[in-house]
């Protein structure tokens, strides 16, 4: 995920994401800023695939087995 963040094609996802973040309604000065389903998610921008298996995945995929709660 760093290694794409730092790409290219990454920072141009990154500045995507920004212009369709300023439809989301919130005061975002940076991004990523992670919403899932409307709710802004602070612990999911260090800890994406986590918050995803604890939070969100019920049953939670193989992947998850590896992540710390």
């Known amino acids: 995920m760093f290694q794409c963040a730092n790409s290219d094609e990454g920072r141009l996802l990154m500045a995507k994401h920004g212009r369709e973040s ?4 919130a005061n975002i000065n940076w991004v ?6 409307g709710l802004r998610i602070p ?4 800890h994406f695939e986590a918050v995803l298996c604890n ?3 019920d ?3 193989p ?5 710390r709660s």
Do not use: R
């Open 55 to 57: 939070q969100y995945f």
């Open 32 to 37: 990523p800023w992670i919403a899932v389903n």
């Open 59 to 61: 049953p939670q995929p």
């Open 22 to 25: 300023l439809n989301f309604g």
């Open 43 to 46: 612990a999911a921008e260090k």
């Open 63 to 67: 992947e998850c087995q590896s992540l």
